[in-house]
C-alpha cells in the first residue's frame, strides 16, 4: 500500500511538472562551463517536450533546465536523436527551416513585444533573433536576426543518443533591449518564455515545453507562454 501511495505521488508530481505554467529557475553557485557536457549540471532536468499545439507525446524526448547567477540566465537540453539533421553553419543562418534545434523564447514583461528567441542546432550553429512584433496590434510582423545578444554562448555536443546543448545569456545584454523591459533578476522575478525543440528526423516534429492552444504564430504565442520564476 505504502509503495502505491508512493508511485501515485510520483505520478501526480510529474504531471505537475509537465502541465505548469510555471518554470522553476534555479539559482546557482556553480561555475558551469558552456561547452555541451552536462555532467557538472546540477539542476533538474523538466520535461519532456510536447507536441507544441496538441500536448501529444512526442516520438524522441526532450528535457530542459534553466538555472542563473547574478549574472547570467543558464538552459541546457538534453536531445534524444538517432537521426540527427544538420551542419556547421554561419552564425545567424536560418536554421529553423533545416536542421534539428534547440529554441528559447523570453519575455521579461511578457507583452508580447521586443522579447527574444535563441537557437542552437546539434553543430553548435546558433542565431539570436529580436521579436520586435508579431501581431497587427503593433504593427504586424516584425523581426531582427541583425540583433546580437552580447557574451552569449551556445554549445551542442553529440552523444551517443543524440545531442545535449548548454545556453548562456548575460542579463547585462539584455538589459540594453529598447522596451523590452528587462531587469536584471532577483529571486521571486517571474518573466514569459518558452522552450522548443525542431526536429527533422524520419518525422519533423515541433516541440515545446509549454504547449499552446492557438496555431495562428507557430512558436510564437506569447500570450501562451510560461512563466519562468527565478527561485533561490
Not at 514583461?109 to 542546432?121: A, H, K, L, Q, T
Request: aromatic fraction near 12%; glycine fraction near 6%; charged fraction near 20%.
Amino acid at each position: 500500500m505504502k509503495c502505491i501511495k508512493i508511485v501515485t505521488f510520483l505520478f501526480l508530481m510529474c504531471s505537475i511538472t509537465v502541465s505548469s505554467q510555471n518554470i522553476p529557475v534555479y539559482k546557482t553557485i556553480d561555475k558551469i562551463v558552456i561547452d555541451g557536457n552536462l555532467s557538472d549540471w546540477k539542476t533538474p532536468f523538466i520535461g519532456p517536450l510536447v507536441i507544441h499545439n496538441s500536448g501529444n507525446k512526442a516520438i524522441q524526448n526532450t528535457m530542459v533546465s534553466l538555472s542563473w547567477n547574478d549574472d547570467n540566465l543558464f538552459i541546457a537540453y538534453n536531445s534524444v536523436d538517432s537521426k540527427i539533421i544538420g551542419s556547421n553553419q554561419q552564425k545567424d543562418s536560418p536554421i529553423f527551416n533545416t536542421d534539428d534545434l534547440v529554441e528559447i523564447f523570453v519575455d521579461a514583461d511578457g507583452d508580447g513585444r521586443n522579447y527574444v528567441e535563441i537557437g542552437v542546432n546539434a553543430f553548435s550553429t546558433n542565431y539570436d533573433m529580436l521579436l520586435k512584433c508579431i501581431s497587427t496590434d503593433c504593427g504586424g510582423w516584425k523581426t531582427s536576426m541583425a540583433f546580437d545578444i552580447e557574451g552569449l554562448e551556445a554549445v551542442s555536443k553529440i552523444t551517443t543518443e543524440g545531442f545535449s546543448t548548454e545556453i548562456k545569456i548575460p542579463f547585462s545584454s539584455l538589459e540594453k533591449i529598447q522596451n523590452g523591459n528587462f531587469k536584471r533578476p532577483i529571486p521571486g522575478t517571474k518573466w514569459k518564455g518558452n522552450t522548443f525543440r525542431i526536429d527533422y528526423g524520419n518525422t519533423t516534429e515541433y516541440l515545446a515545453l509549454q504547449s499552446y492552444k492557438s496555431m495562428k504564430f507557430g512558436f510564437h504565442q506569447p500570450q501562451e507562454f510560461a512563466i519562468f520564476e527565478f527561485v533561490e
